[in-house]
C-alpha cells in the first residue's frame, strides 16, 4: 500500500478495501458494531421482560411505593406503621442497614486495629491469642457467623423474668439488649448547642496554638485544654438546663419489659457478625501497615533522642495511613455490602424491607434496581469519603 | 555503674570514644565478639570489613540503639554501656548518626527532617529551624529549594546529603556515619568524603565512618579498624599500613584470602573495559 502511495505522481483513489485497512477506520467500526451488538442483547432482554410482565398482567413503574406498605417493621429509626407507605419502608430499611454498617465500621476499626497492633506485639500470649482470633473468625463464611451469633444471643441470656443486669439499668435478655434513656428535656438541646460551640472553640483554638508553636516553638496542651473545655461548657449548659435526672428505665412488667430502648437480638447478631469478620481484616490491614514502614525508621528517631510515642505519632503511622488506607476502604465497602446478609437473621434491613415489598406487589425488577442503586450509592459515597481521607493524608506527608 | 562520676580506670588508659571487650549477640547469632577500640577527640576513624561483619551493630551500639551484653562503651569517660545508661540522656544531643539506608523520614519535608530533633524538644521556633535546616543545606551542597520537598523526590547521593545535614544539624562532638559513599559513582564519593573531611577539621569533630572503599579509607581516615565476623580484625593508625598488608587486608576485606571474589570482579572489568 505504502509503495503505490509513495509511488511519484501515483495518488490513487481510496477503495472501499483501503477504507477497511485503514487503522483509524478499523478502531472506530469495531467500537459501532460491538455497541450496536450490546444495545440490541439490551433491548431482546427488556422488550421480552416487558411482554412477560404484560402477559403477568404486571404493570411497570415506580408507582406502587406511595401503596400502604401493610406490614410491620420491628425496629424503625423513624416513624413507622403498617398504615405507612412502600416508600417509608425502604426508607425504614435503609436507615437500618445505614445504621448496622456505619457502627459496624467504626467497631471494627478499632477492634481490628488493635488485634493488628496485638500481632506485633513481642508478648507471646497477646501475640498468639490475636493470631488464633484472626485465623478463626476471617475463614468462616461470614453468613454462618451471623447465624452463629443469632442462636447465640437468644441462648446464651436468660428470659426477661431474671434479667442479666451488669450495670444500673442495662437488662441483657434474650430479647436483646435494655437500656435507660433520659426522658426528653429542654436541657438535651441546650447540651447539643453547648457541645457544638465547644467543637467551634477547640478548632479555633488548636489553630492559635499551632500558629504559636511556628512562632515560639512552645507546644501548647490542645488535648487537655479541649476536653476541660467541652466537658465544662456541656455541663453548665445541662446546669443552665435545670439539671433533669428523668430517666425511662427499662423494668420487667408483666411477660416483658417495658420502657428504655430496646437493641434487638437481630440487630446484634448482624452487628457483632460483621463486627467481628471485618475486623479480622482490618487487623491485618493494620499490621501489614505497620510492618511496611522500614525499621530504621524506628531507629533513626530513637538515635534522634525522640520519644517512641512522638516516633510512632509524627513518622510511623504517617506512613502506615498511606498503605493502610485503600485496603481499608475495601474493608468497609465489604461490610457494607456484606450487611445485606442480614436478611438471613430477620434483621429488617433494606434487603429484607425490598424483600417483602416484592413479594407483596409482584414489582420484583422495580424493587432491585431499587436495592441495586442504593448500595451502589452508598458504596460511592464510601469510596468518596476515603478517597478525600487519603488524599489529605498523603497531602501531610508529601 | 551507681556511681559515674567516679574516674574509671579503662577512661585514663584512652581516647574520647573507648570500647571494651563489647559483645553483642542476637538470638544465637553473634553480632559483636568481644570488640575494643579507642579514639582520640577531634580525630577520626574509618571501619572496614565484609558484610555482616558486625560494622553496623557496632555503631547502634555506640549511638544507643543497642545495649552491651558484656563490655563497655565510654564516650568522654562516662559509661554508656547500656540504652538506660543515665548518661546516654546527656550524650543523645552531642552524638549525629547517618544510617546506611538514610532513614530520612518520608511523613515530612526535608528541612523538618534535618531539624526534627529541635522542633520536637522546642529549642528551636519552627522559623528558626528552617532557617538552620536551609543554611546546612548549604553547607552539603544542597539548594534551598529542595528543603521544601519530599525525601521521596530527591536522589539516591541527595538523601546521603540530607542525612548528613540531619547528623550534623546539632552539631555534635561525635559523628557516626554508616556507609556515607554506598551506591554513589567515584566523583560523588569523592565530594561526600571531602566534605565529612572538612566538616571534621572546621568542628573538630570525632567521626567513626563506615566504608567498604580500603582507597577512602586510607587516604582520608587517620585511623583504621578491620572487622571479620564480630571481631577486630586489625586496628591501628592507617600510616602503619603498607602495600603487602594492603594486599592482605584487601583480599580479605574481598572474602577469603584466595580471593574468589577479586578474580570474579576482575574478570567482568574487563569485559567492560572491551
Known amino acids: ?398 | 555503674m551507681t556511681t559515674p562520676s567516679t574516674p574509671v580506670t579503662a577512661a585514663s588508659t584512652s581516647g574520647f570514644i573507648t570500647v571494651q571487650s563489647l559483645t553483642k549477640k542476637f538470638g544465637p547469632n553473634t553480632a559483636l565478639d568481644y570488640v575494643s577500640l579507642s579514639l582520640s577527640k577531634g580525630e577520626t576513624m574509618a571501619i572496614i570489613g565484609p558484610s555482616a561483619a558486625g560494622k553496623s551493630v557496632l555503631l547502634k551500639c555506640i549511638v544507643g540503639l543497642h545495649g552491651a551484653d558484656s563490655g563497655k562503651i565510654m564516650l568522654g569517660g562516662d559509661d554508656v554501656s547500656q540504652v538506660s545508661s543515665p548518661a546516654r540522656k546527656h550524650w543523645a544531643e552531642r552524638i549525629g548518626m547517618l544510617f546506611q539506608q538514610n532513614a530520612l523520614f518520608d511523613s515530612m519535608k526535608v528541612w523538618e527532617n534535618i531539624c526534627f530533633r529541635q522542633i520536637e524538644r522546642g529549642t528551636m521556633t519552627r522559623k528558626e529551624a528552617k532557617d538552620h535546616a536551609v543554611g546546612l543545606l548549604g553547607h552539603v551542597g544542597l539548594s534551598e529549594d529542595s528543603a521544601f520537598l519530599s525525601p521521596g523526590d530527591l536522589s539516591g547521593g541527595m538523601q546521603k546529603r540530607v542525612g548528613i545535614a540531619r547528623a550534623i544539624s546539632t552539631d555534635p562532638e561525635i559523628l557516626l556515619l554508616d556507609n556515607p559513599t554506598a551506591g554513589l559513582d567515584p566523583v560523588l564519593s569523592n565530594h561526600i568524603e571531602l566534605m565529612i573531611s572538612k566538616i571534621a577539621t572546621q568542628h573538630g569533630t570525632t567521626v567513626i565512618t563506615i566504608t567498604n572503599d580500603m582507597q577512602i579509607a586510607r587516604t582520608r581516615y587517620a585511623n583504621l579498624v578491620m572487622m571479620h565476623a564480630g571481631k577486630v580484625y586489625w586496628s591501628g593508625p592507617t600510616n602503619d599500613i603498607d602495600d603487602a598488608h594492603n594486599e592482605h587486608l584487601t583480599q580479605m576485606l574481598n572474602g577469603s584470602s584466595k580471593g574468589p571474589i577479586t578474580m570474579r570482579m576482575g574478570k567482568r572489568g574487563d569485559h567492560m573495559v572491551a
Open chain 1, 1 to 398: 500500500m505504502s509503495k503505490t502511495q509513495n509511488a511519484p505522481g501515483g495518488v490513487r483513489s481510496k477503495t472501499v478495501v483501503d477504507y477497511l485497512n485503514d487503522e483509524n477506520v478499523r478502531a472506530i467500526l469495531y467500537q459501532i458494531i460491538a455497541i450496536g451488538l450490546v444495545i440490541l442483547a439490551g433491548w431482546y432482554l427488556v422488550s421480552n421482560t416487558l411482554v412477560n410482565l404484560e402477559r403477568q398482567n404486571i404493570s411497570t413503574g415506580y408507582g406502587f411505593l406511595d401503596l400502604e406498605a401493610s406490614f410491620e417493621i420491628s425496629e424503625s429509626m423513624v416513624q413507622y406503621s403498617a398504615q405507612s407507605s412502600y416508600a417509608t419502608a425502604l426508607l425504614v430499611g435503609l436507615l437500618n442497614t445505614v445504621k448496622v454498617s456505619l457502627l459496624g465500621i467504626i467497631l471494627c476499626t478499632i477492634i481490628g486495629t488493635i488485634f493488628g497492633i496485638a500481632r506485633l506485639s513481642s508478648n507471646w500470649i497477646v501475640r498468639k491469642l490475636a493470631t488464633v482470633y484472626v485465623e478463626i473468625f476471617r475463614n468462616i463464611p461470614v453468613l454462618l457467623q451471623l447465624f452463629f451469633w443469632y442462636a447465640v444471643i437468644p441462648n446464651a441470656f436468660p428470659h426477661p423474668r431474671d434479667a442479666f443486669e451488669p450495670l444500673p439499668g442495662v437488662l441483657l435478655t434474650s430479647r436483646g439488649m435494655y437500656m435507660p434513656v433520659p426522658v426528653a428535656d429542654n436541657a438535651y438541646t441546650l447540651m447539643g448547642i453547648a457541645a457544638i460551640i465547644a467543637f467551634v472553640a477547640i478548632f479555633l483554638i488548636k489553630k492559635w496554638a499551632k500558629k504559636r508553636q511556628d512562632e515560639t516553638g512552645q507546644p501548647f496542651p490542645v488535648f487537655l485544654v479541649g476536653t476541660g473545655i467541652f466537658i465544662g461548657l456541656v455541663f453548665i449548659a445541662y446546669l443552665i438546663g435545670g439539671a433533669p435526672t428523668d430517666m425511662d428505665i427499662p423494668e420487667l412488667k408483666g411477660f416483658n419489659i417495658r420502657g428504655g430502648t430496646n437493641v434487638s437480638p437481630e440487630f446484634l447478631a448482624v452487628l457483632i457478625g460483621l463486627t467481628v469478620y471485618t475486623s479480622t481484616y482490618v487487623a491485618e490491614v493494620v499490621r501489614s501497615g505497620i510492618q511496611a514502614v522500614p525499621h530504621g525508621q524506628w531507629e533513626a528517631a530513637d538515635s534522634l533522642g525522640i520519644k517512641r510515642s512522638v516516633a510512632l505519632r509524627k513518622v510511623i503511622l504517617p506512613q502506615s495511613m498511606r498503605v493502610a488506607i485503600p485496603p481499608l476502604t475495601n474493608q468497609y465497602l465489604n461490610l457494607t455490602k456484606n450487611s445485606s446478609l442480614a436478611v438471613a437473621v430477620g434483621y429488617p434491613d433494606l434487603v429484607s424491607v425490598s424483600n417483602t415489598t416484592m413479594n407483596q406487589t409482584g414489582q420484583a425488577i422495580e424493587a432491585i434496581s431499587i436495592f441495586m442503586s442504593i448500595y451502589l450509592g452508598l458504596s460511592l459515597l464510601t469510596s468518596l469519603f476515603m478517597n478525600w481521607f487519603n488524599k489529605k493524608m498523603a497531602l501531610v506527608e508529601r
